[in-house]
């Protein structure tokens, strides 16, 4: 199983963006998911997850700005990004928050223009 992140793009400094990404209903009622993204050069980090109850934790770097969410008649998951900075530029990926992980998609490329 794949999940594929979807909603990426060019966007400039200040704008939103949101983040999708559906996955199996097997898997998303049952495991806290999680949004990732490596920047180029850098290793791959979590942003935000969210456990099936709905608590939800976020990178210091992303609080506030960032907000994460799951629709269960959907099976979706969503990243709301506000306020972008040029430091979010990345590929963002999502997966369950803990291992076994899925198989990594090819992520979607978000880039933030000054």
């Known amino acids: 199983v794949q999940l594929q992140a979807s909603g990426g793009g060019l966007v400039q400094a200040g704008g939103s963006l949101r983040l999708s990404c559906a996955a199996p209903?097997?898997?998303?009622?049952?495991?806290?998911m999680g949004w990732y993204r490596q920047a180029p050069g850098k290793q791959r980090e979590l942003v935000a997850r969210i456990y099936v109850g709905g608590d939800t934790r976020y990178a210091d770097s992303v609080k506030g700005r960032f907000t994460i969410s799951r629709d269960y008649v959907k099976n979706t998951m969503y990243l709301q990004m506000n306020s972008l900075k040029l430091e979010d530029t990345a590929v963002y990926y999502c997966?369950?928050?803990?291992?076994?992980?899925?198989?990594w998609g090819q992520g979607t490329q978000v880039t933030v223009s000054s």
């Open positions: 209903d097997s898997i998303f009622r049952i495991k806290a």
């Open positions: 997966n369950t928050f803990q291992p076994p992980f899925l198989s």
